[in-house]
């Protein structure tokens, strides 16, 4: 069975850090590729990064200052985020797809957590 538990999400002030984890599980991890997504209140769910064997890691959201990074041995993947803003405010989660190469749409993947909300107050 295709875990995803993401931890690491929280309050924090503007301009402050967080490093999120996806803990996955069930599958072989550096066969897949996976993407980090967040969700706002009222909007769509966005892509965040991603990254996989075939293609690296790629940013689709937080104009440079997410960084995306994963540790086979401990078959887990990272979100680095630096200055955060309060837009960044939204559930992360993490996701999964058996197909190697990332995509930037939630449709892409058929594995998801059940998300961790990352507060960012002004």
């Known amino acids: 069975e295709v875990q995803l538990v993401e931890s690491g999400g929280g309050l924090v002030q503007a301009g402050g850090s967080l490093r999120l984890s996806c803990a996955a599980s069930?599958?072989?991890?550096?066969?897949?590729?996976i993407g980090w997504f967040r969700q706002a209140p009222g909007r769509v769910r966005e892509g965040v990064s991603c990254?996989?064997?075939?293609?690296?890691s790629t940013n689709y959201a937080g104009s440079g200052r997410f960084t995306i990074s994963s540790d086979n041995a401990k078959n887990t993947v990272y979100l680095q985020m630096n200055s955060l803003k309060p837009e960044d405010t939204a559930v992360y989660y993490c996701?999964?797809?058996?197909?190697?190469?990332?995509?930037?749409?939630?449709?892409?993947?058929?594995?998801w957590g059940q998300g961790t909300q990352v507060t960012v107050s002004s």
């Open positions: 990254i996989s064997s075939s293609d690296g």
């Open positions: 996701a999964a797809t058996a197909f190697p190469l990332c995509g930037s749409m939630a449709i892409d993947y058929d594995y």
């Open positions: 069930g599958f072989t991890f550096d066969a897949y590729a």
